[in-house]
């Protein structure tokens, strides 16, 4: 059998951890850069950037919700009164 005939499996890369929003970023980037070199079908890419818009979106969510705790947690210490349009 002819070698350059026979299939091969994908191609292993690594991309960096998504684990903040600058990190999906530079996964992102990745992988454009290899769908640009071919070594990435455009369908490929696209399903890659649509999973890190999802994990994007989570990263954000989570991201407002510790601030939304925060600063429910400071309006507490300080007193209902602390928020705008609260007056005693």
């Not at 890369?13 to 850069?33: G, M, S, Y």
């Amino acid at each position: 059998m002819n070698e350059e005939k026979q299939q091969t499996g994908p191609e292993a890369f690594e991309l960096p951890d998504t684990v903040d929003l600058a990190a999906v970023d530079a996964a992102e980037i990745a992988v454009i850069r290899l769908a640009a070199r071919r070594r990435l079908s455009p369908l490929a890419a696209l399903r890659f950037i649509r999973m890190f818009d999802h994990r994007r979106r989570v990263i954000a969510d989570l991201q407002l919700e510790a601030k939304m705790d925060r600063l429910e947690k400071d309006s507490e210490e300080e007193g209902d009164d602390a928020w705008p349009g609260n007056h005693a």
